[in-house]
Structures are given as structure tokens and as C-alpha cells.
């Protein structure tokens, strides 16, 4: 198993959360799967920045990202140097990560608000 600790976010995590998750699933995938709406306007295809999330701890753990990815994190709202966008990021066996969701985002048609 592995570990995802999310750092709290006014609107989707207020609380933050720890989460024990299989590994081999995107951080995409998994917030979701726990009921952290994390957005993903392009449904997961690496089409848009929606999903961005910010690596605190643990970014080593993560397979490189690809060019497409790099390239459309260019665009991200607050870009860190441990940025990837969750869709894409693959949680490791045994990861141990500490994940910040950014507090805006790119997107300006929001489903729900």
C-alpha cells in the first residue's frame, strides 16, 4: 500500500486527508475515488492543466514526467518546481506523498459553481 496525504484545500479538502491507496493508479484517479473532487475538464487525456497538483513530498518517488505533460504545466496556474499534473503522476509502491491542490486553476467554466 501507499500513502497520500493531502494538504488541506479550502473548497475540495477543507480538512486534508490521508489516504491509504493501491499503487499503480493515478493521484487523479485516487483523489477522486475518495470523494476529493479534484478538477479534470479534459476527463484525464493530458489535454489541460484542470488536475495540476503540487508534489511537497515524495516527487522523487514519481516516474518523469513526459513532454506533453511538461509542456502543458507551462500553463498552470502557481507552477512549482514539484509540479505534475495528477492525471498523469502514477502513485509508486510503497510512496509515501504529501500533495497540495493549488488554489485556482486555469479553468474559468467550472462545472458546479
Known sequence: ???IVVLPH???CPEGAVLEVQ???SICDTLLENGIEIEH????SCAC???HVVVREGFDTLEPAEDDEEDLLDR???LEPTSRLSCQAIVPEDAELVIEIPKYSINHAKENH
Open 1 to 3: 500500500m501507499s500513502q
Open 10 to 12: 479550502v473548497e475540495l
Open 23 to 25: 499503487p499503480g493508479k
Open 41 to 44: 475538464a479534459c476527463e484525464k
Open 49 to 51: 492543466t484542470t488536475c
Open 76 to 78: 498552470a496556474w502557481g
